[in-house]
């Protein structure tokens, strides 16, 4: 069973920079289309970024040009580089797959932008 870790989150101040990564121990993560997702308190889960087995990258408005996934497949691992941050990018972040079939959830790893 896959079973997805993220590390990396934290607290930052506005226009700070943070680089999250999730690995899985089924090795299988690089096989996979994979995005970034995030949750804010009382609001739903929604996907930021996604990138395909091969590269192929896209971002939700909110946080285009400000951040960056990317996969290293050797090590079964995908990043996502978060530079000039904004209190509402404040949230519970995932990684899973970026498709119709959702992976398990793993515990997510919190970012808050704050002063």
């Known amino acids: 069973q896959v079973q997805l870790v993220e590390s990396g989150g934290g607290l930052v101040q506005p226009g700070g920079s943070l680089r999250l990564s999730c690995a899985d121990s089924?090795?299988?993560?690089?096989?996979?289309?994979m995005g970034w997702y995030r949750q804010a308190p009382g609001k739903e889960r929604e996907l930021v970024a996604g990138i395909t087995s091969g590269g192929t990258t896209h971002y939700g408005d909110s946080v285009k040009g400000r951040f960056t996934i990317a996969r290293d497949n050797a090590k079964n691992t995908v990043y996502l580089q978060m530079n000039s941050l904004k209190p509402e990018d404040t949230a519970v972040y995932y990684c899973?797959?970026?498709?119709?079939?959702?992976?398990?959830w793993g515990q997510g790893t919190q970012v808050t932008v704050s002063s």
């Open positions: 899973n797959r970026d498709g119709q079939v959702i992976w398990p």
């Open positions: 089924g090795s299988i993560l690089r096989f996979n289309p």
